[in-house]
């Protein structure tokens, strides 16, 4: 089993910043991707920000420039720093990892947090 606890999140003014912790654990041998996706209450979930086992990113066109995804292998974890937040970043932001679990090796797994709530008010 693989388990992500996201944390960070809350309510901010817009021009406000964040910080989306997610930490995994559970019988992992390696972690391959990191990243981070939000869905708002009828919208599509669309990627926010991923981070490659050796340092390669990639961000959504709306947070570029706003937002810096960045990992800390020896914790298993992942941040998200939100900077210059609008009204139209509210949405419950979603840790999502690519992990190599010991029992399945070499084969490699999506796993999901349960999601953590980001409010921007005007």
């Known amino acids: 089993q693989v388990q992500l606890v996201e944390s960070g999140g809350g309510l901010v003014q817009a021009g406000g910043s964040l910080r989306l912790s997610c930490a995994a654990s559970?019988?992992?041998?390696?972690?391959?991707?990191m990243g981070w996706y939000r869905q708002a209450p009828g919208e599509q979930r669309e990627l926010v920000a991923k981070i490659e086992s050796g340092g390669s990113v990639n961000y959504g066109d709306s947070v570029k420039g706003r937002f810096t995804i960045s990992r800390d292998n020896a914790k298993s974890t992942v941040y998200l720093h939100m900077s210059d937040l609008k009204p139209e970043d509210t949405a419950v932001y979603y840790c999502?990892?690519?992990?190599?679990?010991?029992?399945?090796?070499?084969?490699?797994?999506?796993?999901w947090g349960q999601g953590t709530q980001v409010t921007v008010s005007s």
């Open positions: 559970g019988s992992i041998f390696s972690i391959e991707v």
């Open positions: 999502n990892i690519e992990a190599i679990r010991r029992e399945t090796s070499p084969a490699a797994f999506r796993y």
